[in-house]
């Protein structure tokens, strides 16, 4: 797949886990506004006021009883289905933090998951909104690359063909040092792609799990910043 294919598959299903998230949000409004109709109605309510007979009493009562099970029944049926849609969106924060690091689960979180703007996700995470917006494309694509085995055409496993484990694990290192280089330089763009698709094409070539890679890129981060003092 192209790259912009896969950020736009990628953004299609974050945004389908932002409706989930706030469809349970108007699920919790309607459910407290049924709760408080339930609590009003099982307050003072007096049919001898209305009603002389003991045959009107006993109708006002039934109808009540039946008003009653009637928003029972809706608001039983509203917290399974915003318990699902919670269920749903928990399972991609578990997703988004197996697959993602560094500032990439804060700005998927303020992005998708609380559905803010650019320049409110840039405030929220402490970045220009450039670096927010590549640090999402970033976590895209890797999480692309987790979920699917999506992967931008910027290197192939075929590359890796014949090549041994130990050139391999050597490139991955080289490969590390230079995302994070790229990385600490605020590189944006292109540049900054085609370090983090070398770095995850060696690490599944090489069986390298991803909370391993984040911390030799942590590592390595830390080492670049180093290096410029």
């Not at 890796?160 to 995302?179: F, I, M, P, T």
């Not at 944006?188 to 909370?211: K, M």
């Amino acid at each position: 797949m192209e790259r912009n294919e896969i950020l736009r598959a990628m953004r299609g299903e974050m945004k389908a886990i932002r409706g989930r998230a706030a469809f349970a949000d108007c699920c919790a409004v309607r459910m407290k506004e049924l709760r408080d109709q339930l609590a009003v109605s099982t307050h003072g309510q007096d049919y001898g006021q209305a009603c002389s007979s003991s045959s009107c009493q006993a109708s006002a009562v039934e109808g009540q009883a039946v008003w009653r099970d009637r928003i029972q029944r809706e608001l039983d049926e509203l917290q399974k289905e915003r318990a699902a849609c919670l269920e749903e969106v928990e399972q991609c924060r578990g997703v988004v933090r197996r697959c993602c690091f560094y500032y990439m689960c804060d700005v998927l979180e303020a992005r998708y998951f609380k559905g803010l703007q650019w320049r409110e996700v840039g405030a929220a995470v402490g970045l220009p909104v450039n670096k927010a917006k590549a640090i999402e494309v970033q976590a895209l694509l890797h999480m692309a690359l987790c979920l699917h085995h999506w992967r931008p055409g910027y290197m192939a496993q075929e590359e890796l063909d014949g090549v041994s484990v130990e050139e391999c694990q050597a490139r991955y290192q080289d490969a590390v040092a230079h995302w994070a280089a790229v990385e600490r330089g605020r590189a944006l763009g292109q540049s900054l792609d085609r370090a983090r698709a070398a770095v995850d094409c060696l690490a599944s070539h090489l069986g390298i799990p991803a909370e391993q890679v984040r911390k030799d890129f942590e590592r390595a981060y830390d080492g670049a910043g180093q290096g410029q003092h």
